[in-house]
Nanobody, 124 residues
Framework: QMTLVESGGGLVQAGASLRLSCSAS????????MGWFRQAPGKERQFVAW????????VYADSVKGRFTISRDNDRDAVLLQMDSLKPEDTAAYYC?????????????????WGQGTQVTVSS
């Protein structure tokens, strides 16, 4: 069983940056691909980015490409999401997730473990 805990959310103005962090409890975390998803009120959960288990491949949603960067620190069992040039439409609860596979996925159903989420609010 893996526990994921997100942190780093907050309220910022458009154009600002935030860095989300997700800490994993399981020592075999480095065997898992990690993803970030987000969900705005009244909307479905949306893929943001994933990184493979080795940290060698990343994939981003078109809406965040060039603004967000996903990375992982396997020594610290953590995955990060650097968010720059934030827009009001980025406002959502952000969730990290772990997939028991070396490669990530854009499908939330492929992830086994989920964090509780951290709120990001971007004002215009």
């Amino acid at each position: 069983q893996m526990t994921l805990v997100e942190s780093g959310g907050g309220l910022v103005q458009a154009g600002a940056s935030l860095r989300l962090s997700c800490s994993a409890s399981l020592r075999t975390y480095s065997n898992y691909a990690m993803g970030w998803f987000r969900q705005a009120p009244g909307k479905e959960r949306q893929f943001v980015a994933w990184i493979d288990s080795r940290g060698s491949k990343t994939v981003y949603a078109d809406s965040v490409k060039g603004r967000f960067t996903i990375s992982r620190d396997n020594d610290r069992d953590a995955v990060l999401l650097q968010m720059d040039s934030l827009k009001p439409e980025d406002t959502a609860a952000y969730y990290c997730a772990a997939r028991s596979h070396f490669r990530g996925s854009e499908n939330s159903n492929d992830y086994r473990y989920w964090g509780q989420g951290t709120q990001v609010t971007v004002s215009s």
